[in-house]
């Protein structure tokens, strides 16, 4: 079975703060793809990173970075120096690697963030 | 370029009535999905197509809900008898061809389902 959680429901912080969201999957595939998108308040979700299975290179695009380790079955997602801007919710997701759900993102429950000025 | 867009944005409809709800995808997006999001939670696939067939509709809750690309471009979601638990926001969205099973997913603002 598929599943990601992201167990933080809820994050606030202050303008300038960094921030660490965490999400954990589960796959019996060897081959996936992890994902991040963003849902500001506008509703339309916006992409963000990829990942393949095989690569746990860690990634930085400016102000954010994952962080993806295998051992732990995780793909975690920091903002540095936040900004009012980033107030959304965070969804990460999988899609495994094998024929029948091909295509098929899985998502956890998302984690809003809230940044104050 | 433009993205994906859906129409109605919004749509209010008694229980029992029958809607649909249309996706135009990116251009020259062979795959195209539907998902539905209710308040709070991640959203939940629905169906997946391939050009003009269905490669995936094993997320449809039941046969009240059907979809169709007839022409492996814009795609409408049609949904029976509505019931207020059919109450969300349905996202579509397209990648380029979707048969690696990786792309890149891009998705449209979502129509936001009310059934009184």
């Known amino acids: 079975a598929q599943k990601v959680t992201q167990a933080q429901t809820e994050i606030s912080v202050v303008e300038k703060e960094d921030v660490t969201l965490d999400c954990v999957y589960e796959?019996?595939?060897?081959?996936?793809?992890l994902f991040w998108y963003k849902q500001p308040p506008s509703g339309e979700l916006v992409f963000l990173i990829r990942?393949?299975?095989?690569?746990?290179q860690n990634e930085i695009s400016g102000r954010y970075s994952w962080n993806f380790q295998k051992s732990t079955s995780s793909f975690n997602f920091t903002i540095t120096a936040s900004q009012v801007v980033d107030s959304a919710v965070y969804f990460c997701?999988?899609?495994?690697?094998?024929?029948?759900?091909?295509?098929?993102?899985?998502f956890g429950r998302g984690t809003q963030l809230t940044v104050w000025p | 370029g433009a993205g994906v867009s859906q129409t109605p944005s919004n749509k209010v409809t008694e229980k029992g009535k029958y809607v649909e709800l249309r996706c135009d995808p990116i251009?020259?997006?062979?795959?195209l999905y539907w998902y539905r999001q209710s308040l709070g939670q991640g959203p939940e696939f629905l169906i997946y197509?391939?050009?003009?067939?269905?490669?995936?509709d094993s997320g449809l809750p039941n046969d009240r809900f059907f979809a169709v690309r007839p022409e492996g471009s814009v795609s409408t979601l049609k949904i029976q008898r509505t019931e207020r638990g059919d109450s969300a926001v349905y996202l579509c969205?397209?990648?380029?061809?979707?048969?690696?099973?990786?792309?890149?997913?891009?998705f449209g603002p979502g129509t936001r389902l009310t059934v009184l």
């Open positions: 796959t019996r595939d060897t081959t996936y793809y």
């Open positions: 990942r393949n299975s095989f690569d746990e």
């Open positions: 969205a397209s990648s380029n061809s979707g048969l690696a099973g990786s792309d890149t997913q891009y």
């Open positions: 251009s020259g997006h062979t795959a």
């Open positions: 197509f391939q050009g003009t067939g269905a490669a995936d």
């Open positions: 997701a999988l899609i495994p690697h094998r024929g029948s759900t091909l295509g098929r993102l899985y």
